[in-house]
């Protein structure tokens, strides 16, 4: 095989400046080409190139014509395609449902991803060729491989095999999968046999399903069921969700009316030298030169690092479980350090390293002696309360120091939010927290208590507010004595299922008394495969079937309202919650009030005509 180009090609000239004829594999995504290991296109087509396998890529194909998507011509094995590092949904629509004017994925910023890229992509491409296998994967593929709630058109829709003509869907980060199936294609199986790969999902056929149906199988209810019937959706949300583990998890299946989707059990995850050997693949951290514009999605991660994967937090309101697993895989200092090092001698590098992180900041190094050997508990969250969960930062401090020892660097960042709840449990003597602002904060701190109201944190699987509370107070204790004072920048989350107008006026509160700065607001979106999200389309907790309070329409709108109740265009909605909550207390000019009470100019008038009556 052909030694890693400086770029992976985009057209058949660069193929044949490779020495490539046909490609063996081709990549088609919703993103510009990026050669950095954040971009997932990037990141399996070094990984696949390495495995022996030319590869070549697809990158934003105009949809509505076959020239892009012939451009190379027909993969000697298959396709590979994904809606780009972010689902296409999420990308293109707003929580409002208006749709964005930009995209920092694409050069310039200019959307150029279809709705539902990945259904739309796999169709031009059984079309254009039929008969060539097709694997999705990617973030909007590994969330839909079940039948899922659909926020923008509101109902539930078919897993994502049963839409797009796929043989096979490779979920999570899927280096192990993809590199497995192009082995397996490549000695001659056919793309029907490739079924007992770990990591992956196919379907069957329901006539075979009921004469051959696999034994030890956990069938979870069907697309049928689920959309009709809520706690059906509830019920089969929590069985698959518990079954997201590579050491434990068993194989699943949801019956569809023309299909049965099946679901191996994750891979397993990779050894730091796996890990090392993926990120030190010769990625260039440059857009491909053939766009006349910047692609806006380089800048901030060009010069930051890739520390670990997977978070074992499992927030409500988040898909991490299903995608990267709840196990830490952290790679060596070594390796971290040779990347940066590379980075240093870029001329672009002005000698800031932004970033150094994964999911969470300070996970890296973090180890459970369960993982290996029996997985993620399946009957509780991993948290630092468990006594075999090891917390310590001392790895991470020492990674730390050692990338600032790194000649041509100046500054090493940690842009990530983290846990904070890890750093108070820390008791190993580790001076993390101190670090972290003498030397790796370049003002703000990012952090994410998202509520402080207990049962909208135990909705979210979040520490209690009590936890942020102690954080606050050894952040600021950190702040005495120095030059440039430091912020905390905390993300507040409103409109989560749980949670009531009356439990963010408390926030509100919460926010006044602590003086915390709130431009990182998020209004809560159903994105698929969440638990969250389960909650939001049931009204029920999926673990439990208990009741849950979903704020939809006019209250969601009063909650972000509330949440940023300094905002004068907010005002009447935020006059309007607190009379929902019964707070008319914090209406007025007292130091206490949130929002000033109406004024002559404010009441109500009426118009000529009323006053004509």
Not at 208 to 234: C, H, L, M, N, Q
Request: net charge positive; glycine share 8%.
């Amino acid at each position: 095989m052909n030694p890693q180009p400086p770029f992976l090609p985009l057209t058949s000239a660069e193929g044949r400046a490779c020495g490539i004829d046909q490609f063996d594999i081709i990549l088609v995504t919703g993103d510009a080409y990026i050669d950095h290991p954040s971009f997932g296109t990037a990141l399996i087509g070094r990984v696949l190139w390495d495995a022996g396998f030319s590869v070549g890529i697809i990158a934003q194909p105009d949809v509505k014509t076959e020239r892009d998507f012939t451009a190379l011509g027909r993969p000697r094995l298959f396709f590979g395609i994904s809606s780009g590092n972010v689902d296409s949904m999420v990308n293109n629509l707003t929580p409002n449902l208006k749709r964005r004017s930009s995209d920092v994925y694409s050069p310039g910023g200019v959307p150029r991803r279809p709705d539902r890229a990945t259904i739309v992509y796999a169709n031009r491409v059984h079309a254009t060729y039929p008969g060539t296998p097709i694997v999705i994967g990617g973030i909007e593929a590994s969330l839909r491989r079940f039948a899922h709630y659909d926020y923008w058109q509101d109902r539930v829709r078919q897993s994502i095999l049963a839409d797009a003509p796929a043989t096979l869907l490779a979920y999570g980060m899927a280096e192990r999968q993809m590199v497995a199936i192009a082995r397996r294609l490549d000695a001659g199986e056919p793309a029907r046999a490739l079924r007992d790969i770990p990591g992956t999902c196919c379907t069957m056929e329901v006539a075979e399903w009921r004469v051959a149906r696999p034994e030890g199988v956990v069938v979870i209810p069907g697309f049928s069921e689920v959309s009709s019937d809520k706690t059906a959706y509830a019920r089969a949300f929590a069985l698959h969700y518990r079954e997201q583990d590579p050491v434990r998890g068993r194989t699943l299946a949801q019956p569809h009316p023309k299909t049965v989707i099946v679901q191996n059990p994750p891979a397993p995850p990779l050894s730091a030298a796996e890990l090392d050997h993926i990120y030190e693949l010769p990625f260039s951290r440059r857009t491909h030169p053939s766009y006349p514009e910047p692609v806006p999605a380089l800048e901030p991660v060009q010069f930051s690092v890739v520390s670990h994967r997977g978070c074992f937090g499992s927030c409500s309101f988040c898909a991490l479980t299903h995608h990267q697993g709840r196990i830490i895989q952290s790679r060596s200092i070594g390796s971290i350090v040779r990347e940066v090092t590379r980075m240093a001698v870029m001329p672009e590098f002005k000698g800031i390293v932004k970033d150094v992180g994964g999911p969470t900041a300070n996970m890296y190094g973090t180890e459970c002696d369960r993982w290996g050997t029996a997985g993620a508990c399946p009957d509780m969250s991993c948290s630092p309360a468990c006594p075999t969960l090891r917390t310590s930062h001392r790895k991470l401090a020492d990674l730390l120091k050692r990338i600032s020892d790194v000649p041509g660097v100046k500054k090493v960042f940690v842009s990530s939010g983290i846990r904070y709840d890890l750093v108070l449990a820390d008791d190993s003597g580790s001076r993390y927290l101190d670090d972290l602002c003498d030397c790796h904060v370049s003002g703000h701190l990012k952090v994410a208590p998202e509520h402080i109201s207990p049962h909208v944190t135990e909705a979210m699987n979040k520490p209690d507010g009590s936890v942020f509370d102690r954080f606050v107070n050894r952040f600021e204790a950190l702040q005495k004595g120095k030059p440039k004072r430091q912020y905390l920048v905390p993300y507040f989350m409103s409109g989560h299922p749980g949670c009531t107008v009356s439990d963010m006026v408390e926030l509100a509160e919460y926010i006044r008394d602590r003086g915390l700065y709130t431009e990182q607001v998020q209004d809560f979106t159903p994105t698929p495969m969440s638990v969250s999200t389960s909650m939001y389309y049931t009204g029920l907790n999926p673990f439990t079937l208990e009741p849950v309070h979903v704020p939809k329409g006019r209250e969601k709108r009063i909650q972000r309202a509330l949440m940023q109740y300094r905002e004068p265009q907010n005002r009447g909605l935020v006059l309007e919650g607190l009379r929902m909550a019964g707070r008319e207390d914090l209406i007025g000019s007292g130091k206490k009030c949130l929002v000033a009470g109406e004024s002559r100019d404010h009441r109500f008038r009426p118009g000529p005509a009323a006053q004509r009556k």
